[in-house]
């Protein structure tokens, strides 16, 4: 008997093991960084449940935006047609509800565009979940906060019902374009009545949150690179053509955004299956050289 219940045990136990392999990895991003005590605590928030790892935090203060890195494992059992389970979902609703009260968007400013106090989250498979399981996932996550906290909630990428690329979905709302200065993102961007149907959440948004973009794809690698000049129209140029859209690296997307009083920085999601950020680090030097620029080590 003893026996029977010690194989019970390690056949749990070897289940669990099996079922924890299946990693998911959410970038989350937010619409802060100046106000220490609000960064501080979302983070602690996203380190109270031992299942769930903030694996990092990235701060930019001329961006006034936050990056938290986070990682749980996530399981799926298709057949008993169960809802899928990760802490990290309720972890994540937290954190969020934690931002918006704390965070008003029409008192925020920085260098970065964004549409909402939770810009962008973006779902990756990592270890043996799969692509499906992110996406599964990401839009849980985007019926808890459409539903839920009534804030407008666009999908994008394999969470999208036709891979929509995200580039796509920002372009149709404008997110481009600064409404402050030419070089700055300042207040509620949106209208109040959006332009696109969002796919889950409220058509109308709210001035004190705005919206978000919850996507799902591989996990992709940032790099920025400074380049030394305030001479944004022609550092966009440069920028276009690091990427596809210019005869650039196909699977490198970048933004030129000023940051600091002598920078203006190209930042950069790359694909490292296909571009390295040497290769994106030179070709940015070339370019930048051709037009009489200085250069520093991205990163």
Same mark, same amino acid.
């Given at each position: 008997?003893?026996?029977?219940?010690?194989?019970?045990?390690?056949? %749990?136990?070897? $289940?669990?093991?099996?079922?924890?392999? $299946?990693?998911?990895?959410?970038?989350?991003?937010?619409?802060?960084?100046?106000?220490?005590?609000?960064?501080?605590?979302?983070?602690?928030?996203?380190?109270?449940? =031992?299942?769930?790892?903030?694996?990092?935090?990235?701060?930019?203060?001329?961006?006034?935006?936050?990056?938290?890195?986070?990682?749980?494992?996530?399981?799926?059992?298709?057949?008993?047609? !169960?809802?899928?389970?990760? *802490?990290?979902?309720?972890?994540?609703?937290?954190?969020?509800?934690?931002?918006?009260?704390?965070?008003?968007?029409?008192?925020?400013?920085?260098?970065?565009?964004?549409?909402?106090?939770?810009?962008?989250?973006?779902?990756?498979?990592?270890?043996?979940?799969?692509?499906?399981?992110?996406?599964?996932? %990401?839009?849980?996550?985007?019926?808890?906060?459409?539903?839920?906290?009534?804030?407008?909630?666009?999908?994008?990428?394999?969470?999208?019902?036709?891979?929509?690329?995200?580039?796509?979905?920002?372009?149709?709302?404008?997110?481009?374009?600064?409404?402050?200065?030419?070089?700055?993102?300042?207040?509620?961007?949106?209208?109040?009545?959006?332009?696109?149907? =969002?796919?889950?959440? *409220?058509?109308?948004?709210?001035?004190?949150?705005?919206?978000?973009?919850?996507?799902?794809?591989?996990? *992709?690698?940032?790099?920025?690179? *400074?380049?030394?000049?305030?001479?944004? =129209?022609?550092?966009?140029?440069?920028?276009?053509?690091?990427?596809?859209?210019?005869?650039?690296?196909?699977?490198?997307?970048?933004?030129?955004?000023?940051?600091?009083?002598?920078?203006?920085?190209? %930042?950069?999601?790359?694909?490292?299956?296909?571009?390295?950020?040497?290769?994106?680090?030179?070709?940015?030097?070339?370019?930048?050289?051709?037009?009489?620029?200085?250069?520093? !080590?991205?990163?």
């Amino acid at each position: 008997m003893e026996e029977h219940k010690h194989t019970d045990k390690e056949k %749990a136990k070897a $289940k669990l093991t099996m079922m924890k392999s $299946k990693v998911i990895c959410c970038k989350l991003y937010i619409s802060e960084s100046q106000n220490a005590k609000v960064v501080d605590a979302i983070s602690r928030v996203g380190q109270k449940d =031992p299942e769930v790892v903030l694996l990092s935090k990235f701060e930019d203060d001329h961006y006034n935006r936050v990056r938290y890195t986070l990682a749980s494992y996530i399981i799926n059992d298709s057949a008993t047609g !169960k809802e899928a389970f990760s *802490p990290m979902r309720r972890v994540l609703l937290e954190m969020i509800e934690v931002a918006f009260s704390s965070i008003n968007l029409e008192l925020h400013t920085g260098t970065h565009p964004r549409i909402g106090v939770i810009d962008d989250m973006s779902f990756h498979p990592l270890n043996q979940a799969t692509m499906e399981e992110a996406a599964q996932l %990401a839009k849980m996550v985007a019926s808890d906060i459409g539903n839920c906290l009534q804030v407008p909630v666009f999908l994008y990428g394999v969470a999208h019902p036709t891979s929509k690329p995200v580039t796509a979905v920002r372009r149709e709302l404008g997110y481009y374009r600064p409404n402050d200065m030419g070089i700055q993102w300042t207040g509620q961007v949106l209208p109040d009545m959006l332009p696109m149907k =969002p796919d889950e959440g *409220p058509d109308h948004v709210s001035g004190e949150r705005g919206a978000i973009m919850i996507g799902a794809g591989p996990l *992709p690698l940032s790099y920025n690179v *400074p380049v030394l000049s305030k001479d944004i =129209p022609t550092v966009r140029r440069i920028t276009r053509r690091v990427t596809g859209r210019g005869g650039g690296f196909p699977t490198v997307q970048a933004l030129a955004l000023s940051h600091g009083d002598d920078c203006t920085e190209i %930042a950069c999601f790359i694909d490292p299956d296909h571009v390295s950020t040497d290769q994106v680090q030179r070709l940015v030097e070339q370019i930048a050289a051709e037009q009489g620029l200085e250069v520093d !080590k991205g990163g």
